[in-house]
């Protein structure tokens, strides 16, 4: 199934499988092939023409986004109201990823590090719990990154019940390599920043970051990649309608593609389980994994769009 991030029912197919499968190159529900457009994630706040950055702007849509008290659109949203709209209007797919931070302050691009942790919401809830254990750089406590947040893992969870009954499609990408690239901004409350975990990652202080991060040579960093992979299939893993996705704008190297793939391996053989992968990468690295004979034939999907 290619995936060029557009992938609603258009006709029946013979011999109906329980949830999402691949058919002949097509994603299958049931009976019906799933056919339409994918959206994909907010990954912060909002940017308004001619205005500037601001924080009252109606952003995009973000399945773990949490507005205290706030339910509806660019606030907490009503994921079964979601995934009806995304049947009604031609969209069944959504690509999910965490957010580049936690709260709205940092929405003006700014790298200043706060002083207190007088968060602003909504907030883009982030996979791993905070320790209550020292200061980040956004004024909170710093990250365990061997703990995980259970808001955000029940957010997703329902999300991907409401995909396996209706007939929707969760992307879930693991990591978000934006925050690791492109501006200082996006970098400074990243949970694997030094400053913000009580962890000793090695991770460099400034971007870029991304090759310290795809590094699985170090042990520390390899173990902690190892233990979320693992965290995102445990809560994921029971439902049939989510497609795994490496990263948002994955451009690393081929050595870490085949790392996530083995450690998918790895917990399918451990579980009993089988999942659908999504290869979204660079054409080499994915010229690579497809000529693996070993891993080429456990991709579903392929996702075209960093050629």
Known sequence: MLFPSVIMFITEVAGAVEGLSVQNGW????????????????????????????????????????????????????????????LQYGYPGFEHNYGLWYDRRRDNHDTIKRTDGNAQSPYLEQ?????????????????????????????LKEFARHCDS?????????????????NPAHYVDFPWRPVNCVQDTGMPDTIPAANSFYDINDKTRRELHRLYIHKCLDELGDYTNVIYLISQEYTGPLSFVQFWM??????????????KIGLAATKDVMDAILEDPERGPGISTLCLSYW
């Not at 992307?171 to 925050?179: I, K, P, R, S």
């Open 27 to 86: 994603l299958v529900h049931g009976r019906e092939v799933i056919w339409g457009c994918a959206q994909h994630n907010g990954w912060w706040g909002g940017y308004r023409k001619n205005t500037g950055w601001i924080h009252n702007y109606k952003v995009r849509t973000a399945i773990c986004r949490n507005a205290p008290g706030q339910v509806g659109p660019s606030l907490t949203e009503d994921l079964s109201r979601l995934t009806d709209a995304m």
């Open 127 to 155: 996979p791993w719990a905070r320790s209550d254990k020292g200061k980040a750089w956004d004024g909170l406590s710093k990250y365990d990154l061997t703990d995980f947040n259970n808001r955000y893992f029940d957010r």
């Open 166 to 182: 209706k007939g929707t499609v969760l992307l879930h990408n693991f990591y978000m390599q934006h925050a690791l690239l492109e």
């Open 262 to 275: 083995d450690t998918i391996k790895e917990w399918e053989q451990a579980k009993g389980k089988t999942v």
